[in-house]
Structure formats: structure tokens, C-alpha cells
């Protein structure tokens, strides 16, 4: 007994110590800082009172204009919020060969799909960057363009028989499962060649497992935080991220289409094909006998991985920002009709192209205005891979520390948009933009890792707003929130209770 009781008290005292250690990582650095919390760090009320951007806000706003940086730490891992927009500007570029990786989860051993660019490091990642790159250019995404329009027309029609349904409600119609059936169904054929067929059903299958990713992930929200802020420790104890049978079906959805391809020599210059051409080259590789280079994407779980990425982070992000943007547009009237004015005098009529998205330039300024105020990602992430000196400062980010760069709280900061809640596109006109840092807004990151889908993302957005746009009037119903509840759940920036809006026939 007395024997259980010492053990029971060197252990205490070794957690302590180890705790302690840990926790007490800034203060003997020296580096302003947040008190942390035993194992939750200073991430307390994570993913039930508060989002990661109200996390961030409290400590931005503390150190803001104080220190380049405030420490903080996100469970057990020591975190760098960075508030300056030089230092800012250093990480994602100047000094990006200490920052090419995020420190993210992967574990392709136990969960292959998490195998994928968001995820790889090192030469892993530079590589798989540099084969994909080529399938983004805007003349690869002007051949998709076709594609997206024609999705764009099942949009329209599908919200038309929404309009037909919400009579009976006075015109309320949820949006957002509707602009996320759009991009399930534009992501799903251009990265799996599949027709999903979400507009017409909305249980289709291809939507139903991507709302499982987002709304039935395989662990708890705090489990999923601390993966994604703890990656290397969450690998080490081969946690997997991705339920099962979601693995499989993306799995096998990749499987069956390259199947198809390859038999029956289908070419549609998507996304599947360059994965198809990347595994052929390597299969020649492989035949000269110069071995497997796993970096290079010739196994079929690793395509499936790029294709499941795709997918992950190209339809929420996209059919979040054009709900978003007709949530701003329903509140302000004014520019809504501006953009249809500007819709209907580039269009004449016509069929929406490439080209003539490019002409849209208040369009263009509407979506940049959106992404300020709701900026999907709402912080991007770094690790040093060695140790860095902050220049002009006396401090140093040690190797394996966590960069966490705040766009929410930049985007929302008064000094540098004035009256930050109010939509104004106005506030990218040129000269605007001109007049600010550049590294003031950032909802694609940047630098060599910034969002690789931009382009697509984009592009898939305004086709989806200039197609309902040109067929129908948004309001507010007695259902729309002013403002609107975000899920403190959501990793990216959810709403709680969807966005609901008056749509009217025009
Ligand atoms: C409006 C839509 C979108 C938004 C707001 C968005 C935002 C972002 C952000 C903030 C990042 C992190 C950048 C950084 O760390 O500097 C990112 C990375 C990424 N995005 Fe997007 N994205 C969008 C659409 C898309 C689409 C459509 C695709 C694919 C078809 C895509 C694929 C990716 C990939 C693969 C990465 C990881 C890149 C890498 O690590 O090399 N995104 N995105
Ligand atoms: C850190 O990453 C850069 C860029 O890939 C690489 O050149 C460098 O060798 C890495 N350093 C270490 C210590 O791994």
C-alpha cells in the first residue's frame, strides 16, 4: 500500500516536472506569451465555446503591435502566432525553406488517403507540388470552364425547384447545402470523373459521404484538434483520421475510373488524367529497374489521395464563400444589383465563358470582399524545420515549433479595414488595394505552398453566383440570422444553422 502510494506520488511528480517543462517553454525563452492550461494549452473552450479564430482573436489583440510574435500553445506543442505582416511576409516567402511544411498529420500507413499535398513534407511534398502544378494553369482551367457552366445550369435549376417548394415557407430557402451539392457535383467529375448527380438528389451518394467528412468525423472535436495541432505524436500513436468506410469508397471510386480510362481510353482533361499521367510515367521508371520513388505518385493509393484532396479542400471552401457571398449580397441590395448589371452587360445574353468571368471585375472585388470577412481557412500553419532567428529581434523560433499566421483576426483588424464588419467591396478596388500591406490579406495563403486550387476555387465560385444571380433575387426570410452563428465545431468556417435566405424567381 504504503509501496502503490510512493509510486502513485513519483509518478505525479514526474508528470508534473514534464508539464511543467513544457509549459513553462516561452517564459524561459523570454517570449511574451499566453498562461497556458495543463494539456489543453491555451486552446481552452476549443471546438465547443470557441473557434480557433476566438482563440486567436483574445491573444492577436494582446499582442498586436507589441511583439512580432506571441507565444502560445495549442495542447502540448509550443505555437508562434505571428501579428506582424513583415514577419508574416518572411515565413510564407522570403524565408520559406524553414517553413515548407505545416507539421500536419499524415499516416499513410494506417490511413493512406491523408497521403495527400495538404499533408506531405519535405521532398515528398516539393515533388508531388511540382507534378501537380501544370493541372492548375489558368489554360488548363479554361478548359474545365465548360464543365463547370454546364453544373452551373443544373444549379440554377435546382434551386428553382427549391423556389417551387419554399412557397409554402414564404420563400426560405437554405442555400448552402444547395452550393455545396454544386461543387460536390463540379469536384466530383472534374476530379473523379464521375456524374454525382447531387443537384438532382440530395442524398446522392457522393454528397452524402462528403457531408460525412465534415458532419460525422471519425473522432470527437477535441480528438480532431489535437491531432491536427499534434501530427507527429497523433502519427506515432497511429491514430487515423479518416473513417473507414470513407477510405474505401474514395478508394475504390479512384480505382474504378482509372480502370475505365485505361480500358476504354477516355481523355477528359481533368484532374484524373494528369493523376493517370503521372502514374504511367512512373510505371516506365519502374520497368528500367531505377526502383520506386514513393515521393512520386505512381501508387493507386497515392493518386487517390491527391483526388480525395481535391475533393476535401475544393468543395467546402467553395460552396462556404458562395453561400457567404449571397448571405452579403441578400443584406445589401445595392450590390447585388450591381453585380447583375455587370453579369447582364458582359454576358449580352450569352453563354458565361472563361474569358468573360475575367471581364467581371466588381464580381471579382464581391468574392475578394467576401473572403475578407469570412475567410474559409481561418489560420494557416507552418513548422520550422530548423531553428530560426527572428530578424531584428533577439528571439529565435527553435526547430519544431508551430507557426500559426492569424487571417481571420488580420482580416478583421480595424487599423487595417476600417469598420471590419461591414461588407464593402469597394475595398478592392485597385488603389485600395495598393494602399495596404500585401500581406494583409490572405485567404489562400502564399508563397510556395499557397492554395493550389485558387484558380479552380475561383472560377467554380463565380460561375455558381453568376448562375443563380442571373435566374433569381435573394433577401432576407424570417429564418436569416444577422448575424449569422458560426459552429465552434467546424475546422474551417462553418455556419451552425445553415444560411437561410428569401429566393425569388426574376
Ligand atoms: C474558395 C475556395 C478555396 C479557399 C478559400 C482555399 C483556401 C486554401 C488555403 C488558405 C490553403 C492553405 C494555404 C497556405 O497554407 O498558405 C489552401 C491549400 C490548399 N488548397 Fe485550397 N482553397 C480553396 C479552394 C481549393 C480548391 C478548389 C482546391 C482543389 C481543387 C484546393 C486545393 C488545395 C490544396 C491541395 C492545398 C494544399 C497545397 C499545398 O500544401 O501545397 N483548394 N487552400
Ligand atoms: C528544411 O526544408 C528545406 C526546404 O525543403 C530544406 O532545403 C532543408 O534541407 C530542410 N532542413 C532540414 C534541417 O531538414
Not at 507557426?403 to 481571420?408: F, K
Not at 467554380?460 to 449569422?484: C, D, H, N, Y
Request: proline letters at 5%.
Amino acid at each position: 500500500m504504503l509501496f502503490t502510494l510512493a509510486l502513485l506520488g513519483v509518478a505525479l511528480l514526474l508528470a508534473y516536472r514534464f508539464y511543467h517543462n513544457i509549459y513553462t517553454y516561452w517564459a524561459r525563452k523570454g517570449v511574451p506569451h499566453e498562461r497556458p492550461l495543463p494539456l489543453i494549452g491555451n486552446l481552452k473552450g476549443i471546438g465547443t465555446k470557441y473557434h480557433f479564430r476566438d482563440v486567436n482573436q483574445r491573444i492577436y489583440d494582446k499582442f498586436k503591435g507589441k511583439a512580432p510574435f506571441a507565444g502560445m500553445f495549442m495542447f502540448l506543442k509550443p505555437t508562434a502566432l505571428i501579428t506582424d505582416l513583415d514577419l508574416i511576409k518572411q515565413v510564407l516567402i522570403k524565408d520559406f525553406h524553414y517553413f515548407q511544411d505545416r507539421g500536419a498529420f499524415n499516416n499513410v500507413r494506417d490511413d493512406p488517403l491523408t497521403g495527400h499535398l495538404l499533408t506531405l513534407e519535405g521532398e515528398e511534398w516539393k515533388s508531388m507540388r511540382q507534378k501537380l502544378t501544370p493541372v492548375f494553369t489558368s489554360g488548363k482551367m479554361k478548359n474545365m470552364a465548360g464543365v463547370v457552366v454546364d453544373v452551373g445550369h443544373r444549379l440554377a435549376d435546382a434551386m428553382d425547384k427549391e423556389v417551387e417548394a419554399a412557397k409554402v415557407e414564404e420563400g426560405d430557402v437554405e442555400i448552402k447545402d444547395l452550393c455545396a451539392r454544386f461543387t460536390t457535383d463540379v469536384i466530383g467529375s472534374c476530379a473523379f470523373g464521375l456524374e454525382c448527380y447531387s443537384l438532382q438528389d440530395p442524398n446522392a451518394e457522393f454528397r452524402q459521404k462528403g457531408r460525412m467528412i465534415f458532419e460525422k468525423p471519425r473522432h470527437s472535436a477535441a480528438v480532431q484538434l489535437f491531432i491536427l495541432t499534434n501530427g507527429k505524436l497523433a502519427k506515432k500513436l497511429r491514430m487515423k483520421v479518416l473513417r473507414d468506410d470513407l477510405s474505401n469508397f474514395f478508394l475504390s471510386a479512384v480505382k474504378n475510373t482509372i480502370d475505365y480510362r485505361l480500358k476504354n481510353g477516355v481523355k477528359r482533361n481533368d484532374f484524373i488524367d494528369l493523376l493517370i499521367e503521372l502514374r504511367a510515367e512512373d510505371q516506365e521508371a519502374v520497368k528500367k529497374g531505377n526502383g520506386i520513388d514513393l515521393s512520386h505518385g505512381l501508387t493507386l493509393e497515392q493518386m487517390a489521395a491527391q483526388a480525395f484532396v481535391f475533393f476535401v479542400a475544393g468543395f467546402e471552401t467553395s460552396s462556404s464563400t458562395m453561400a457567404f457571398c449571397l448571405y452579403e449580397l441578400a443584406l445589401q441590395p445595392d450590390i447585388q444589383e450591381k453585380v447583375r448589371d455587370e453579369i447582364n452587360r458582359v454576358l449580352q445574353g450569352g453563354e458565361m465563358t472563361y474569358d468573360a468571368l475575367a471581364e467581371m471585375t466588381y464580381l471579382d472585388q464581391v468574392l475578394a470582399e467576401t473572403l475578407r470577412k469570412h475567410p474559409i481557412v481561418s489560420q494557416l500553419l507552418r513548422e520550422a524545420n530548423q531553428t530560426y532567428k527572428v530578424p531584428n529581434t533577439e528571439f529565435v523560433i527553435e526547430k519544431g515549433t508551430t507557426v500559426a499566421i492569424p487571417v481571420h483576426n488580420i482580416h478583421h483588424n480595424a487599423d487595417l479595414y476600417p469598420d471590419p464588419e461591414k461588407f464593402d467591396p469597394s475595398r478592392f478596388e485597385p488603389e485600395e488595394i495598393k494602399s495596404r500591406h500585401p500581406f494583409s490579406y490572405l485567404p489562400f495563403g502564399d508563397g510556395p505552398r499557397n492554395c493550389i486550387g485558387l484558380r479552380f476555387g475561383k472560377m467554380q465560385a463565380k460561375i455558381g453566383i453568376v448562375s443563380l444571380l442571373q435566374r433569381f433575387k435573394f433577401g432576407t426570410s424570417k429564418l436569416t440570422e444577422i448575424p449569422l452563428t458560426l459552429d465552434p465545431r467546424s475546422p474551417t468556417l462553418g455556419t451552425k444553422y445553415g444560411i437561410h435566405l428569401k429566393v425569388e424567381r426574376i
